[in-house]
């Protein structure tokens, strides 16, 4: 009898754990990532030859990411490692995937899809500047790059990554000119009870904000967007926000990081068609899940930021769990073992991690009223230049009251991000202006290939 087929995409803190979960029952999965190296976004390795210590690239997360990449280390012999590879498609029973313009298709008995999470974006008029970043995207640059994305960085939105993004900025040297959060310094009480699920997290979160004061970064809560100023030739200039006291602050830049907390990268799970389902709480559809990662389609696997934001940490155990479970399910008997015997630990922590993610959601909320202030002439879409403005036509002169109608009627995530850094905004514009619940506006479709592919150039011999 033939070893069942694993087959695992990504290589953060879902897709190690996964992969070293199979490798312990004594099989050889192939690991697929986009990436250049392992680690995913949050322990993104720098380049071969950069010489930066863990202390200063990953600050409080240092050690876990020194672990994650040793553990990946020790996998490399015992897996079938593909890096620099998108996988692009999916069809039942086969991934299909392209490395340097050549493709390839995977076919498996197993599928643990470990996507990872890419930022949530609320659009600031004037964020289609030069010079504007998400959080993301700041974070590489620092890590993979070696370099600031500014010479003066102002930093905006909510939740944790945004504090640590500028810690790590103030521990590299850069200058931070701001930090400004768009939650309220005072947390609700669901939002306290969520966060005493990990106290110890909690409080790194609060050591982070003290350590940015500390450096003299001037942080504000509670505050108001208002304009990201510039100009055409020159890019970004300042950031100009209310006070929670409603007093109009600017913050001279060149440059701003922006993100409110993460979004999953749920392409290949609507490609394989898993079902969603829509969760209030953060005001966004996610793929259905049973408590160990199984998805709706038969031999597909969800874990990691792709499904649930629990973090790095839950990230961790959530791989591992969909991977035994995988290994139960295909019949192999060190697999069923090693889930039975490890499975209600895992189960518990995810728990646990959930509590405290719910308790985020509330201490930084999705600020989508912001969406409904938005000035005509501000820019949702920037792929395709579509303004708010556009997207209320759509509702109030073609009928527009679901995303994908007005996507057809006015491009919007139709551009090279498909909707990842749109999507949301724009469903919450559409639900304002036709006074509907943002559940009742849909969610963007997904399309392969899920991210723009070169095409192959070379001529065809007769």
Known sequence: MTDPRIVIVGTGPAGVRAAQAVV??????????????????IYRRQPDGFKRPYSKLYGTEADKAQALHSSFDALRPHIDYRPDTLAWNHTAGELHVVSNGEPATLAYDALLICSGAT??????????????????????????????????VVFMGSGPLLYLVASQYVQA?????????????????????????????????LGLIRSLRAAGVPVLQGATPVQIDGDDAL?????????????PRRFECD????????????????????????????????PRIDEDGRSTTKGVYLAGDGTRILGADGAEAAGRLAALAALSDVGHAAGQAAFRAQAPHLRGTLAQMDRFRQGLVHAFPWPHQQAATLPDD????????????????????????????????????????????????????????CRIPIEQVGRLRSQAPVKPLMMNTREVQP
Not at 24 to 41: F, K, N, S
Not at 261 to 276: G, I, S, Y
């Open 378 to 433: 501000a820019m949702v879409c920037r792929c395709e230049s579509v303004t708010a403005g556009e997207l209320r036509r759509c509702v109030t002169e073609l009928d527009s009251q679901e995303v994908n109608r007005a996507k057809a009627f006015s491009r919007v995530g139709m551009g090279r991000c498909q909707g990842r850094f749109c999507g949301h905004a724009a469903a919450e514009v559409i639900a304002h202006t």
């Open 119 to 152: 930022d949530r974006l609320m659009p600031v008029p004037g964020w289609h500047r030069a010079g504007c970043y998400s959080l993301g995207a700041s974070q590489i640059a620092l890590k993979a790059q070696a370099c600031a994305i500014g010479s003066q």
């Open 173 to 205: 040297g850069a200058k931070v000119a701001a930090v400004l959060d768009t939650a309220p310094a005072r947390k609700p009480w669901k939002a306290l009870i969520g966060l005493l699920a990990r106290p110890t997290l909690a409080l790194r979160g």
């Open 235 to 247: 890019g970004v200039q300042a950031v100009t926000v209310r006070t929670a006291q409603g007093q």
């Open 255 to 286: 440059a701003v990081g922006l993100g409110w907390h993460l979004r999953p990268e749920t392409q290949l799970a609507d490609l394989a068609q898993c079902e969603f389902a829509f969760e209030p709480l953060s005001r966004q559809w996610l």
């Open 24 to 41: 312990e029952a004594g099989l050889r999965p192939t690991v697929v990532d986009e990436g250049r190296r392992d680690g995913g976004q």
